[in-house]
């Protein structure tokens, strides 16, 4: 069965510092795709990786993806506050159809 | 806005009833995907259909059904409801499979 972890689950954090997000996952992947969640709305599309050694970047959040490790991280530079939201992680195979599994989610507070 | 719209946005019933979720997806996507969200489960997939058949199960339980129609939109009937039904429930689409999925704003379904 499909696993996957995120550390932190929680996190705050002070404007202009720097993080990083982790996702682990148990089994090959074929996509890992990074969410955000405001609380009490819905799951915008932040990143897709592809591929080992991926990386891509918007403004100040930076995915990266390494396969042999089955390791994604999310680099936060710089937080600001409009960056407080839950960050979630989700995997997708062939073998489990397309659907996505979840990590947790990492909340992050990004505080003055 | 993701293009994927649900109705209702809230729905508040009693234990042992049965309500419908609706979701329309965007337009030029052939898949859509139910997840459900909760404070103890997280995000859970449910199932996925794909151009009008059914694709992949998750845990959806036997009380729970979907179909999707031939104009594409999709719903979910959830029956015999139980306190433990209560929760977000996401529809989610995309162009196919393995593609990025994007998520409607949810349906809260609380049972009383």
């Known amino acids: 069965e499909l696993k996957v972890e995120q550390n932190p689950l929680f996190l705050s954090m002070q404007e202009g510092k720097n993080y990083t997000i982790y996702c682990n996952y148990s089994?090959?992947?074929?996509?890992l795709y990074w969410y955000r969640q405001d609380p009490g709305k819905s799951l915008e599309s932040l990143f897709v990786?592809?591929?080992?050694?991926a990386v891509k970047q918007e403004g100040r959040l930076m995915a990266s993806l390494d396969t042999k490790a089955r390791l994604s991280t999310l680099h936060i530079t710089a937080a600001v506050h409009d960056l407080s939201a839950t960050y979630f992680c989700?995997?997708?195979?062939?073998?489990?159809?397309?659907?996505?599994?979840f990590g947790e989610g990492t909340q992050l507070t990004v505080n003055p | 806005d993701s293009g994927v719209t649900q109705t209702p946005k809230h729905l508040i019933t009693a234990t042992g009833q049965r309500v419908t979720l609706r979701c329309s997806p965007r337009?030029?996507?052939?898949?859509v995907y139910w997840y459900q969200q909760s404070l103890d489960q997280g995000l859970q997939f449910l199932i996925q259909?794909?151009?009008?058949?059914?694709?992949a199960k998750g845990n959806i339980l036997e009380r729970f059904s979907a179909q999707q129609f031939p104009d594409l939109h999709s719903e979910l009937n959830l029956s015999s409801l139980e306190l433990g039904d209560s929760a977000l429930y996401f529809c989610?689409?995309?162009?196919?499979?393995?593609?990025?999925?994007?998520f409607g704003p949810g349906t809260r379904l609380l049972v009383l």
């Open positions: 989610a689409s995309s162009v196919g499979p393995s593609e990025t999925q994007y």
């Open positions: 089994t090959t992947s074929d996509r």
């Open positions: 990786l592809l591929s080992n050694g």
């Open positions: 989700a995997v997708d195979t062939e073998t489990s159809g397309s659907r996505l599994t």
């Open positions: 337009s030029g996507d052939l898949s």
């Open positions: 259909y794909y151009n009008g058949e059914e694709r």
